[in-house]
């Protein structure tokens, strides 16, 4: 099981730009999440989807939306990115004991 | 939602136990985590705990839970160099499918 993976690794950006962060798991869980980590803030919530078919805004989804393709897969698109997007993109997804598992994440810089 | 706070920073010799503290605010929380990021890399999880629990030990860690003042405590005992990494305390309330992290904890093990 390769568990949380996510692509690309690194990405750098100019305003304006759009781009799209994929992300897939293979552990046959129902939940999937996006985060974001900047220093000092720790990791905020953009999206989730509790389960196939559905998704929910976080705690800081201006600026993004998601798609939950199927089961396996939940990208993230920033539409026009902005300086203030720069940060490190974490997928997550949780198992129904509420153990939540983590990608490696996306190193994104926008100029 | 609910604050969950830590300390920003812990340093420990080598050989020495850490203990790493954590306030919740959301008597709801039914699952607390602790999650270890080492630089560059993704969240791993460490250990958990469920909310009717005291204690939890799993090799060299131990979780202590005290429900009353909603604090939680990592100890590592015989702290390795290689525990160096950044801590973060997370819970997981009744009405959340998203766990709300605390800013984390940069632990530093000096020879």
């Known amino acids: 099981n390769a568990g949380v993976t996510q692509t690309p690794k690194f990405q750098v950006l100019k305003t304006g730009q759009s781009m799209t962060l994929q992300c897939a798991q293979d552990m046959n869980h129902n939940s999937m999440y996006w985060y974001r980590q900047d220093p000092g803030m720790g990791l905020r919530l953009i999206y989730y989807s509790a389960s196939e078919g559905t998704t929910d805004k976080g705690e800081v989804p201006n600026g993004y939306n998601v798609s939950r393709l199927n089961k396996r897969e939940f990208s993230l698109r920033l539409e026009s990115a902005a300086p203030s997007q720069t940060s490190v993109y974490f997928c997550?997804?949780?198992?129904?004991?509420?153990?939540?598992?983590f990608g490696p994440g996306t190193r994104l810089t926008v100029l | 939602g609910e604050d969950v706070e830590q300390s920003l920073f812990l340093s420990v010799r080598e050989g020495d136990s850490s203990v790493i503290n954590c306030t919740y605010t959301d008597s709801s929380s039914t699952y607390l985590y602790w999650y270890k990021q080492e630089p560059g890399a993704g969240l791993q999880l460490l250990t958990y705990?469920?909310?009717?629990?005291d204690m939890k030990q799993d090799q060299r860690l131990t979780v202590l839970l005290n429900k009353k003042d909603k604090h939680l405590s990592l100890r590592i005992a015989d702290t390795q160099t290689g525990d160096s990494a950044i801590y973060f305390c997370?819970?997981?309330?009744?009405?959340?499918?998203?766990?709300?992290f605390g800013k984390g904890t940069s632990l530093l093990v000096t020879p």
């Open positions: 997370a819970e997981r309330s009744n009405s959340g499918y998203a766990l709300n």
């Open positions: 705990i469920f909310s009717n629990m």
């Open positions: 997550a997804s949780t198992h129904l004991s509420g153990m939540q598992f």
